[in-house]
């Protein structure tokens, strides 16, 4: 015991302590918040379509949140006998794990940041490829002609839209000259990379709704042709999985939306924690309004709409955005 | 590129529209608190009716436990001293009944009758299973005045036949001889 308190005691030691504080405190923070985005969009979709949506479980029906997560908990876990079952299994913690990694690179408030990554932008855009093996894996492991099918429709969604989100990011990279998103929120001091970067932000929001399958372009799951697609054989807490997944998707897209576009904490008045969260609030209220307002374009509307007009759009926007810069430098 | 402008155009409509849906009036009727409107004739709790003398106007014909397409009616006829015939017990198994109104249509006497109640649930199945004492009423149900042993031509005790009323003596068929 003294041995213990010696070694807390000693150099080093606390600073680490307080770090892993810190990333449990935004780890639960971002799984609660993407729990609390079931009730939220269940509530938004409803008022949208003229219905209230779940108002009956505690005040507001907030209490759905914890009966939605309740039940999940419970549900038989049940594995098909023809699945293979060691992917099977894999397939949905990549897809929570991966998507709660993508979070770590994010400055919530100055000094709240699990990673302040010199490479932070790159290493979002590897993890959200990697967010592709669980949907991929999935579909394929289902062993189920539909399932197989929504996985291959991820995989061409991913392949199409990451290269063009990475590439719409780099105006922002040129603009600070680091790919690190402390110093990007850093130098929104003056002025949102909304405005310069306005067709960036537009084509990384595209590739943002598509890299977290969420409609228009849910096109892996596409309740009504696939049936569910790659989640078609999941259940339980599997299932659980893929969904809660897909809502911190949604809250690291928003996230980091805020964070490169609209000067991530940065705003007068209020604390650093209001801004983000009113900013990110803002964006995962839009991801919901898309699902509720847009239909699903077509497979080869989708592939056309990524390849012939979002890249050279994206390349177009990055090609203006160094030349402007290169002709403001001083010779 | 016009066709392009024009369909992102149209995008941003359809958002902007669905936006406003939020401030629109909402077509959920809250149900414990807002209670629907039911109809006079709605078809719902099944009741069994009193004439307006207070006597229940069960005969006991069974026809609409023969009309019941689900087979949730039960009862057993008994006579009263007087000749009046009543249900020794009359049992409707509500978790079978699919509330179509049959028996309504089939009770000679107005007695079995539908009325706009639905909120009759159960945790327990076997709390479905409605007797003659939660069946039976103390008024008279959409028929007021109606009173089976005072029209028809049965004979019971204190009412020979050819009493009742709009009815004429039966005819002494011998009498008619030529």
Redesign the interface.
């Known amino acids: 015991m003294s041995g213990l308190l010696h070694w807390l005691g000693s150099p080093g030691v606390l600073p680490v302590l307080v770090g892993i504080g810190k990333a449990i405190t935004l780890l639960l923070g971002v799984v609660l918040t993407g729990a609390l985005l079931i009730w939220v969009e269940r509530r938004l979709l409803g008022l949208w379509q003229d219905r209230w949506g779940p108002n009956r479980v505690g005040p507001l029906g907030l209490g759905q949140v914890v009966a939605d997560m309740v039940k999940i908990f419970f549900k038989e876990d049940w594995t098909p006998s023809f699945v293979d079952r060691p992917v099977f299994v894999l397939a949905p913690c990549i897809a929570l794990s991966v998507m709660m990694l993508g979070f770590a690179i994010v400055p919530v408030v100055p000094g709240w940041q699990v990673a302040d990554l010199n490479i932070g932008i790159l290493f979002f855009l590897a993890i959200a490829s990697l967010g592709v093996y669980a949907v991929m894996l999935g579909g394929w492991a289902s062993n189920n002609k539909y399932s197989l099918l929504g996985g291959l429709r991820s995989a061409a969604q991913m392949i199409t839209y990451e290269v063009f989100m990475g590439l719409a990011v780099m105006g922002v990279v040129v603009q600070v000259g680091s790919f690190k998103l402390g110093d990007i929120v850093a130098a929104q001091a003056n002025g949102w990379f909304v405005l310069p970067q306005f067709l960036g932000f537009l084509l990384f929001a595209l590739a943002g709704v598509a890299a977290t399958h969420r409609a228009p372009f849910d096109l892996p799951e596409a309740e009504q042709e696939l049936a569910a697609g790659f989640h078609t054989e999941y259940s339980g807490m599997k299932f659980g999985m893929f969904f809660v997944g897909e809502y911190v998707g949604v809250v690291v897209v928003s996230a980091l939306l805020t964070t490169l576009y609209f000067g991530g904490w940065q705003g007068p008045w209020l604390p650093p924690i209001v801004w983000f969260a009113l900013k990110t609030g803002a964006f995962i209220v839009l991801f919901i309004l898309l699902r509720a307002a847009l239909p699903r374009p077509r497979y080869d509307q989708l592939m056309d709409g990524g390849w012939k007009v979002c890249l050279p759009l994206a390349l177009i926007n990055l090609l203006v955005t160094a030349a402007v810069i290169l002709a403001r430098q001083p010779v | 590129m016009l066709a ?1 402008l024009r369909g992102i155009w149209s ?1 941003l409509r ?2 902007v ?3 406003a ?2 401030w ?5 009727i ?1 149900y414990p608190e807002v209670k629907p409107y039911l109809p006079p004739r709605y078809r719902g709790r099944i009741v069994l009716t009193r004439d307006p003398d207070g006597q229940e106007r069960c005969v006991a014909c069974n026809l609409c436990a023969v009309a019941c397409p689900v087979g949730c009616i039960a009862l057993q006829k008994t006579e009263t001293e007087d000749g009046r015939w009543y249900p020794e017990f009359f049992r409707i198994n509500f978790s079978r009944c699919i509330f179509c109104g049959l028996c309504e249509e089939a009770c000679p006497t107005n007695a079995i009758q539908l009325t706009p109640d639905f909120e009759m649930c159960e945790y327990d199945r076997q709390n479905l299973v409605y007797e003659k004492e939660h069946l039976l009423i103390s008024g008279t149900g959409k028929y007021p005045d109606y009173n089976f042993y005072r029209v028809a031509g049965m004979s019971i005790a204190g009412k020979p036949k050819g009493t009742a009323e709009h009815e004429a003596l039966p005819v002494d068929v011998k009498s008619l001889l030529p």
């Open positions: 392009i995008n359809s958002l529209i669905i936006f849906h939020l629109r009036h909402k077509d959920t809250e």
